[in-house]
């Protein structure tokens, strides 16, 4: 358990970066549109008003105030998209990450705690994936499982796995040689409780670190597959998936095209903020 | 260093083995019939299937499978597109000369800028102009490629028509192919308005997919050269007199370039990601959008093929890279 000191430390640390404090507040915003996306939008995402395809932002000459953000080209509302769309990133980087991340540490773990045989296995297995393109595995995978959002989720928690299996290991051997480790184990510790209870505590700020910036690998690589037509399928209102086949309305049409990336950008952007606030926070040896 | 060379060529040996693996296996690993998945038929009679069953050795137990698989690969077989019908090899060494030349322009591009970038946020440390380069890096690996180069087309072909939307090279010209790469071929020609028309096709694409490692070669050389400036040796050339500019190329640079150059070479997976994504935006002829065709119209042995080269590639530079990592920094080569 953190002794409460430790906590106001870390935010101390944390909060000498003004970008980590604006990452922070972007995430809770986006958090709280994604909680609260049906009460905020205006129209229900997938509703499409068959008069009014292709109407510009409210700001535009052509444009209402009942669609702010304008319209896609079958006339569903972009502000409600977006919105929705906030909902589905979170919830895809949600579970990708957390899906690898406790994967990967168990691999890593057992990888970097039992040694011999079983790792070299492991983590050639994992120099296999890393030797691969992320997006090219990315696609690998979905080409056997078949697109689909939930398939996309999957190949992108398989991508991010060995950079958390590389990172449990390289901690637990790091750790397991330290006294504190030997007396657990004269003391009579179990190797299980070894493994979790007494060196992964202390290997978590990395893990943290990556986490978040896996996050926002994971909101890209989403959008990457979605824009490719191999993630999330219409009419889902994935934001990488609204730019696909957009280049046609690239003339007349623009906000089709500048605001989804724009939502992309400033929610991968919240994140990297935030990983590399806590990074510089976690990490002694950074200090300046 | 020939013990070094081979240690590290041993190294990859089963890595790459793994990546086989992976492609052989992912023809059996696609839901449906094996049969019909290799051979694009669907509602064979039973006599037809047990013939193309016999003839892609489907029967046959998996590891003699594999065996056959890598026989074949050594070879040069890599099977045969479903949807063009041309060998996969054939249409992988046409098309990835193309694919090499938006990696080589896109990267020349990050180079160029990312370095004196970072150079110049590290000596002007904690300054507007090391915030705006930092800033602008962030949001340049913050960013979807995809998107950016729409923004780019947008801007600069819709709004400015400076540059032309998409394609390699105006339809008007017909460049005899010779080596594949564009500019080389219009130069042999002496065709000076396809040569035009081919450099103003590159610049787009090449902005959008160097991107990324322009920010990550920034920041890089941004956080080696601080480390770098830092040290009693750049302390002692101060001290000794010699010009600033010195200090900086010859002695500080020189040494912080050594990460750098990891990172440049390490970039090459992530160029290769990004290709595909900026292929398809801009219709370029190369490997990353063949290779999405692919998978989009189902054609296994292109994807078979397509990942299996282009991991070879990722593979193979990296090595590359490491032993010249190994060239530079003699401490590596007797670590």
Not at chain 1, 93 to 108: D, P, R, T
Not at chain 1, 184 to 195: E, Q, V
């Amino acid at each position: 358990m953190q002794a409460p000191g430790t906590l106001r430390e870390f935010w101390r640390a944390y909060s000498q970066s003004r970008g980590a404090i604006a990452g922070l507040a972007l995430i809770v915003a986006l958090l709280l549109l994604a909680l609260f996306a049906d009460v905020v939008s205006p129209h229900p995402p997938n509703e499409q008003f068959r008069q009014f395809t292709l109407t510009p932002p409210m700001w535009d000459e052509g444009g209402s105030a009942m669609f702010i953000l304008g319209t896609d080209p079958v006339g569903r509302d972009m502000l409600s998209r977006l919105i929705h769309g906030t909902r589905l990133s979170l919830l895809i980087g949600f579970i990708s990450v957390a899906l690898s991340l406790s994967f990967g540490v168990l691999l890593g773990v057992i990888a970097g705690y039992v040694r011999g045989l079983t790792e070299t296995i492991l983590m050639r297995l994992m120099d296999v994936m890393l030797a691969l393109p992320s997006l090219l595995l990315a696609i690998a995978v979905v080409a056997i499982l078949g697109p689909g959002l939930i398939n996309a989720m999957y190949a992108i928690a398989i991508v991010l796995l060995p950079h958390y299996v590389r990172l449990a290991r390289a901690a637990v051997i790091a750790e397991a040689g330290k006294e504190y480790v030997q007396s657990s184990r004269i003391a009579g510790a179990g190797a299980l409780r070894l493994m979790f209870n007494t060196i992964l505590p202390n290997c978590a700020a990395p893990l943290v670190v990556q986490a978040t910036l896996g996050f926002s690998s994971a909101i890209l690589d989403a959008a990457a597959l979605g824009f490719l037509g191999l993630g999330a399928q219409p009419p889902t209102p994935e934001w990488g998936s609204m730019l696909a086949g957009a280049l046609e309305f690239i003339q007349r049409a623009p906000w089709v095209v500048t605001l989804p990336g724009l939502a992309i950008l400033v929610t991968v952007l919240a994140f990297n903020l935030m990983g590399d606030g806590l990074r510089d926070a976690l990490d002694p040896k950074l200090k300046r | 260093m020939l013990a070094f060379i081979l240690r590290r060529a041993a190294l990859v040996i089963p890595t790459f083995i793994g990546v086989t693996l992976l492609a052989f296996a992912l023809i059996h690993l696609i839901p449906g019939d094996p049969v019909e998945n290799l051979s694009g038929e669907r509602g064979m009679d039973p006599a037809r299937r047990e013939r193309l069953l016999h003839e892609f050795g489907l029967d046959r137990p998996l590891p003699v499978q594999y065996a056959g698989y890598i026989g074949e690969v050594l070879h040069g077989d890599l099977g045969t597109s479903l949807t063009t019908h041309e060998q996969v090899l054939d249409e992988f060494l046409t098309l990835f000369p193309a694919t090499i030349e938006l990696a080589f322009f896109a990267m020349l591009f990050a180079v160029c800028l990312g370095l004196p970038a970072g150079i110049l946020a590290a000596l002007k440390r904690n300054t507007v102009a090391d915030y705006a380069v930092m800033g602008v890096s962030l949001a340049g690996y913050s960013m979807p490629i995809f998107w950016w180069a729409l923004l780019l087309i947008l801007f600069f072909s819709v709004q400015l028509g400076w540059t032309p939307v998409s394609g390699r090279i105006a339809v008007e010209y017909d460049v005899p192919a010779a080596t594949g790469f564009m500019l080389i071929d219009t130069l042999k020609a002496g065709d000076w308005g396809a040569l035009r028309s081919a450099i103003s096709h590159l610049i787009l694409p090449s902005i959008a997919l160097g991107t990324i490692p322009l920010a990550v070669i920034a920041r890089m050389t941004r956080s080696a050269m601080l480390e770098v400036l830092r040290e009693d040796y750049v302390r002692t050339a101060r001290a000794k007199g010699l010009p600033r500019w010195r200090v900086i190329l010859v002695h500080a640079l020189r040494n912080a370039l050594i990460p750098v150059i990891t990172v440049i070479g390490l970039q090459v997976g992530l160029l290769l990601s990004g290709a595909i994504l900026t292929e398809t935006i801009f219709s370029w002829p190369g490997v990353g959008n063949w290779l999405v065709h692919g998978v989009q119209s189902r054609d296994y042995p292109v994807v078979q093929g397509g990942i299996l080269l282009i991991a070879t590639i990722v593979i193979s530079v990296n090595l590359i890279v490491d032993l010249l990592y190994g060239v530079v920094n003699p401490r590596i080569r007797h670590g």
